[in-house]
């Protein structure tokens, strides 16, 4: 095996992809509704055990496996040698308990996601530029709107200075 060699750079982004399957029923292949698991004989007493010593072992498993609705019981009674059925979680309450997560080493699929997150740095980048161009131009905008009510005020108040003007030269 090769090893690869490891970059280490400053905020270098490191690609790496996995695909979500959907586990299968072990008896006929379709897709699995139940996760069951197993635990080890006497396993709270076993330190072999992910239930040792543990008070509530329902969560606890030394291995699963996994059925459609068909064939649960079976998939239940079906326990490895030397383990006993533990728990079986329903899918449709806990559909993460059905899926597992698969890298993918293709590397033209590799290459394009990486091509994807810079293509994302280059438009965050050109994002973060606009949104400081806008904020530029909505403070200039402001200043712009403060300038014209100002104008206004000051054509105001000579209309009024001229039309009391007048008033006062009518009364004398």
């Known amino acids: 095996m090769s090893e690869e060699k490891q970059e280490y750079e ?22 699995a509704t139940r996760r069951v698991s197993y635990l080890l004989e006497r396993a709270r007493s076993n330190p072999d055990s992910s239930a040792y010593c543990k008070d509530d072992c329902s969560w606890c498993s030394d291995a699963d496996a996994y059925a459609c609705e068909k064939h649960t019981r079976e998939v239940e009674r079906d326990a490895p040698e030397g383990m006993e059925w533990c728990s079986t979680f329903d899918g449709a309450k806990m ?6 997560w698969c ?12 091509i994807a997150v810079n293509s ?6 050109a994002l973060e530029k606009n949104i400081a161009t ?39």
């Open 10 to 31: 400053d905020g270098k982004i490191r690609v790496s992809l996995e695909r979500c399957d959907r586990q299968e029923c072990q008896v006929c292949g379709e897709p």
């Open 95 to 100: 559909p993460h308990m059905l899926y597992k």
């Open 103 to 114: 890298k993918v080493r293709d590397e033209k699929t590799l290459a394009k996601a990486e």
């Open 120 to 125: 994302h740095d280059q438009l965050v980048d």
């Open 134 to 172: 806008f904020c530029d131009f909505q403070a200039g905008l402001e200043l712009l709107r403060h300038n014209i009510l100002a104008k206004a005020c000051n054509v105001a108040a000579t209309a009024t200075q001229s039309i009391l003007k007048d008033a006062g030269e009518k009364r004398v």
